[in-house]
């Protein structure tokens, strides 16, 4: 399915190595994103480039969105000179984290413009971006899907989650929520052992070989923590944003979520103390704060 001619919109950190493994596949892939720079050193690499999100559409069969928040979503798709507005492609791929309701109204204003939506958000990070290895949760018709499959699968793993657009967007949400809260508990742990006297590295050690372990114990913590580097790829800001979408879902269908509200608190405190595009791992500084001690692997503290 080479074939296909692809459009890109949105080439930062997650859209620009996903334009990469699309153009090393054999794609021929245009790009769009207001920040030139990086629009450029795409060209350079093969990709062609479009003015505004219409003339992307025209130029492609399938287009790609991978875009920060739900109102840029909403702009690119739905505002002057947007996809909707263009003439070509059929069918838009939205990776972005928008939640469900903006995905449901992307959905129909796009429909109405005869466009179909395959709701498709993205999991795995910088990292799985680059190695293809994301996990895509896919909601729009099993049609759609096995048009669409060939491609996802240059970028990760696609799962069907269902038929509606907004059911990938409220996997997506759940999921990241349960990602942030096991990074938050880990790093109030880990400022706890530090400050009873216990080495991080170990209490890491002794936690990943029992019950405890979770994907922050096994990755975050022992690269992006322990190690002082603070460089995961993903921003408090963000993954607030992410936090608050759950949640808004949760409150309109009345499920109490105790746990995910005293998470959303410590990522607002974090990004007020650090600012929306500190990295994620970061989330452990305010709680340093507060207890006086810093978390430092063996390697770190030189």
């Not at 859209?15 to 350079?44: C, E, F, Q």
């Not at 798709?77 to 990776?95: E, F, T």
């Not at 790093?187 to 002794?206: F, M, N, Q, R, W």
């Not at 944003?241 to 998470?263: F, Y």
Request: aromatic share 2%; hydrophobic share 45%.
């Amino acid at each position: 399915m080479t074939n296909f001619k692809l459009g890109f919109a949105g080439v930062g950190r997650m859209g620009t190595p996903m334009v990469r493994r699309l153009i090393a596949a054999g794609y021929t892939v245009t790009v769009y994103d207001t920040n030139t720079v990086t629009v450029s050193a795409l060209a350079k690499e093969g990709a062609g480039r479009a003015a505004t999100p219409a003339e992307l559409m025209s130029l492609s069969d399938v287009v790609l969105l991978s875009l920060p928040t739900p109102e840029i979503v909403h702009a690119v798709a739905l505002g002057p000179n947007g996809l909707a507005s263009g003439k070509g492609a059929k069918i838009v791929v939205d990776l972005s984290t928008t939640g469900p309701r903006t995905e449901r109204q992307l959905a129909e204003g796009l429909k109405a413009a005869g466009i179909t939506t395959v709701d498709c958000p993205v999991s795995g990070g910088v990292g799985g971006a680059e190695k293809g290895t994301l996990a895509m949760m896919v909601a729009c018709e099993m049609s759609v899907m096995e048009t669409v499959r060939p491609i996802l699968e240059v970028l990760g793993k696609p799962i069907h989650v269902g038929a509606e657009p907004g059911m990938g967007q409220m996997m997506k949400v759940i999921n990241n929520l349960m990602s942030v809260t096991a990074l938050s508990i880990a790093s109030e742990a880990l400022v706890l052992g530090t400050k009873a006297g216990l080495d991080p590295d170990v209490l890491i050690e002794v936690v990943n070989s029992g019950s405890g372990s979770s994907n922050a114990t096994m990755t975050k913590i022992p690269k992006f923590v322990l190690t002082r580097s603070f460089d995961f790829g993903f921003s408090i800001g963000l993954s607030a944003k992410d936090i608050r979408l759950c949640l808004e879902e949760s409150d309109a269908l009345g499920v109490p979520m105790i746990v995910g509200g005293a998470v959303r608190q410590l990522l607002t405190v974090a990004k007020g103390d650090l600012g929306a595009d500190a990295d994620l791992t970061e989330i452990i500084k305010p709680i340093e704060d507060w207890a006086g001690v810093i978390v430092a692997g063996d390697k770190a503290r030189g």
